[in-house]
């Protein structure tokens, strides 16, 4: 099967940590690369960030093309949508010559730039959203910077995908919401390469560690996880420390607004001896880290799925997290972590005490993480849902010559 992956801004093959580089892009690399090895042909379309980046590259077996759409530089996605219809036109152009079998969109507007392509080659569209803009704003509120069309144009896509991925049953109630029809919804996790994500030695060390792994913006919570460690030193009498990885590299971090907010936190709560900004790390390196750490420390305000926290349960590591989006479906308090409430560091902060006094209850739980890692959100299981589902969509389309999508989600 010929397969276009189109992400927008979440270039598969960009440095994981940046404001705009994160899960979604572990996610697209991960699915292209897996498609691949299973014998499709799968081509990645995003659009040109950087003059220099070539028009194709091939890695991994499969082929990501830089298409030119608005300058060749960095701009925040929620700045994007102006450069939309010349994405669009171009994915049209490529694809009247050459169309794909199925076109899978990855964030929304990926979607709206696939809309005329799909629908002029009658190519089914498969729409993954990994956030959605009602959440956003209901979440941030002025402070959101989406586009104020973004929930209109997401009811469309709802409206006009042949199929809609959710990654949890919380996007599912939200998805039905925009007026997504019941027989269009498939939820199919995000998944992790249980064989690089493995249990395997931490480190000997005499304070214990919490480990923060995100992009390194507010929603993340990581100014919450700071303040929660203040109280466990100085209110709870522990000796521990936090590391803190994403973000903009290391040699970077003293320009980044909010990695200057986060040290100011952590000044401010008597912790900044006690708190390590690493910046941004490579994908290679952070089985490593998240190993070298006792809890993983996950406490986003909002979270669509989540990568870290399986991740985490991956290497055998518990988890402390918050109990929103994806993270209601992979953590199960008192088995494989604790969820406590968002923006909360004195929830939080009594969560991880408890936790960190208990040596063998964080054995346990990393124990159970793993077993639930490997049996829910291995990469093979996600892989396979997804291509059943792209089967069942283009199946009539290649024993009778037409599509008929909407029978093929059913």
Same mark, same amino acid.
């Given at each position: 099967?010929?397969?276009?992956?189109?992400?927008?801004?979440?270039?598969?093959?960009?440095?994981?940590?940046?404001?705009?580089?994160?899960?979604?892009?572990?996610? /697209?690399?991960?699915?292209?690369?897996?498609?691949?090895?299973?014998?499709?042909?799968?081509?990645?379309?995003?659009?040109?960030?950087?003059?220099?980046?070539?028009?194709?590259?091939?890695?991994?077996?499969?082929?990501?093309?830089?298409?030119?759409?608005?300058?060749?530089?960095?701009?925040?996605?929620?700045?994007?949508?102006?450069?939309?219809?010349?994405?669009?036109?171009?994915?049209?152009?490529?694809?009247?010559?050459?169309?794909?079998?199925? /076109?899978?969109?990855?964030?929304?507007?990926?979607?709206?730039?696939?809309?005329?392509?799909?629908?002029?080659?009658?190519?089914?569209?498969?729409?993954?959203?990994?956030?959605?803009?009602?959440?956003?704003?209901?979440?941030?509120?002025?402070?959101?910077?989406?586009?104020?069309?973004?929930?209109?144009? !997401?009811?469309?896509?709802?409206?006009?995908?042949?199929? /809609?991925?959710?990654?949890?049953?919380?996007?599912?109630?939200?998805?039905?919401?925009?007026?997504?029809?019941?027989?269009?919804?498939?939820?199919?996790?995000?998944?992790?390469?249980?064989?690089?994500?493995?249990?395997?030695?931490?480190?000997?060390?005499?304070?214990?560690?919490?480990?923060?792994?995100?992009?390194?913006?507010?929603?993340?919570?990581?100014?919450?996880?700071?303040?929660?460690?203040?109280?466990?030193?100085?209110?709870?009498?522990?000796?521990?420390?936090?590391?803190?990885?994403?973000?903009?590299?290391?040699?970077?971090?003293?320009?980044?607004?909010?990695?200057?907010?986060?040290?100011?936190?952590?000044?401010?709560?008597?912790?900044?001896?006690?708190?390590?900004?690493?910046?941004?790390?490579?994908?290679?390196?952070?089985?490593?880290?998240?190993?070298?750490?006792?809890?993983?420390?996950?406490?986003?305000?909002?979270?669509?799925?989540?990568?870290?926290?399986?991740?985490?349960?991956?290497?055998? =590591?518990? /988890?402390?997290?918050?109990?929103?989006?994806?993270?209601?479906?992979?953590?199960?308090?008192?088995?494989?972590?604790?969820?406590?409430?968002?923006?909360?560091?004195?929830?939080?902060?009594?969560?991880?005490?408890?936790?960190?006094?208990?040596?063998?209850?964080?054995?346990?739980?990393?124990?159970?993480? =793993?077993?639930?890692?490997? !049996?829910?959100?291995?990469?093979?299981?996600?892989?396979?849902?997804?291509?059943?589902?792209?089967?069942?969509?283009?199946?009539?389309?290649?024993?009778?010559?037409?599509?008929?999508?909407?029978?093929?989600?059913?």
């Amino acid at each position: 099967m010929r397969v276009a992956l189109v992400s927008e801004h979440a270039n598969p093959l960009a440095a994981l940590g940046r404001e705009d580089a994160g899960g979604q892009n572990v996610h /697209v690399a991960a699915l292209a690369a897996g498609l691949t090895q299973d014998g499709h042909e799968v081509t990645v379309y995003t659009r040109r960030d950087n003059a220099g980046s070539p028009a194709r590259v091939r890695t991994d077996g499969y082929v990501v093309e830089h298409v030119p759409a608005g300058p060749p530089a960095e701009v925040a996605k929620d700045d994007l949508l102006p450069y939309i219809p010349e994405l669009s036109r171009r994915l049209q152009e490529s694809w009247l010559s050459d169309p794909p079998d199925l /076109v899978h969109a990855h964030f929304w507007m990926s979607g709206l730039a696939s809309l005329a392509g799909v629908r002029e080659q009658g190519v089914p569209l498969v729409q993954s959203f990994h956030a959605l803009g009602s959440v956003k704003r209901r979440q941030q509120g002025d402070a959101d910077t989406s586009p104020p069309e973004r929930i209109q144009h !997401e009811r469309r896509l709802c409206a006009e995908a042949d199929a /809609v991925i959710a990654t949890c049953t919380d996007e599912v109630r939200e998805l039905r919401r925009l007026g997504l029809p019941g027989d269009r919804e498939t939820v199919i996790p995000c998944g992790v390469d249980t064989d690089l994500f493995r249990p395997g030695p931490g480190r000997l060390a005499d304070r214990l560690r919490l480990l923060v792994l995100g992009r390194m913006v507010p929603r993340k919570g990581i100014g919450n996880a700071i303040e929660a460690l203040g109280h466990l030193v100085h209110d709870e009498g522990l000796d521990v420390e936090m590391v803190i990885a994403g973000g903009p590299s290391h040699t970077d971090l003293d320009a980044d607004p909010e990695a200057r907010r986060l040290r100011k936190v952590a000044r401010r709560h008597r912790v900044a001896d006690r708190t390590t900004f690493l910046g941004s790390v490579d994908r290679d390196d952070v089985p490593g880290l998240i190993r070298s750490s006792d809890i993983v420390v996950a406490v986003p305000w909002y979270e669509p799925f989540g990568i870290v926290p399986v991740e985490a349960m991956a290497c055998g =590591r518990p /988890v402390v997290g918050t109990a929103v989006g994806g993270l209601l479906d992979t953590v199960v308090p008192g088995v494989t972590g604790d969820l406590v409430a968002p923006r909360d560091p004195v929830d939080l902060a009594r969560a991880l005490a408890a936790l960190l006094r208990d040596p063998e209850r964080r054995w346990r739980y990393g124990e159970a993480g =793993r077993r639930r890692a490997v !049996e829910r959100y291995d990469w093979h299981h996600v892989l396979a849902a997804t291509e059943d589902l792209y089967e069942r969509l283009t199946r009539p389309a290649r024993s009778t010559g037409s599509v008929d999508t909407k029978e093929a989600v059913r």
